[in-house]
């Protein structure tokens, strides 16, 4: 059974730093692009950044660029997502995906929403001003 852990949330002052975790569990997470999603409740789902499945290229979000960092530890089939220079705006609920085909998006990889199969079930993140 495909499943998605995250967790390391809490809340944080403005300008500080988190590193969120994503363990997998029923499958390799080494072999999956792994992409990592946020959202305020009542608004849309937004992607942050996602690293191939090639582990070669990662992409963010222009609201996440030179602040956050996806990356993997294949011993521990976990995701990270470190945070810093938080913001308040980035206070939301944040979940981690992987796509359906180990191998997909092996070069590029998406932050649409519609392209990732698996999720977790999400850790809330507060940043105070």
């Known amino acids: 059974q495909v499943q998605l852990v995250e967790s390391g949330g809490g809340l944080v002052q403005s300008g500080g730093s988190l590193r969120l975790s994503c363990v997998a569990s029923?499958?390799?997470?080494?072999?999956?692009?792994i992409a990592w999603f946020r959202q305020v409740p009542g608004k849309e789902r937004e992607g942050v950044g996602c690293?191939?499945?090639?582990?070669?290229?990662?992409y963010y979000a222009d609201s996440a660029e030179g602040r956050f960092t996806v990356s993997r530890d294949s011993l521990k089939n976990t995701a990270f997502l470190q945070m810093d220079s938080l913001k308040p705006d980035d206070t939301a609920d944040y979940f981690c995906?992987?796509?359906?085909?180990?191998?997909?998006?092996?070069?590029?990889?998406?932050?649409?929403?519609?392209?990732?199969?698996?999720w977790g079930q999400g850790t809330r993140v507060t940043v105070s001003s």
């Open positions: 995906a992987v796509p359906r085909g180990a191998g997909d998006m092996f070069s590029l990889c998406e932050l649409s929403e519609s392209e990732y199969t698996y």
């Open positions: 690293l191939t499945s090639s582990d070669q290229n990662a």
């Open positions: 029923g499958f390799n997470l080494d072999a999956y692009a």
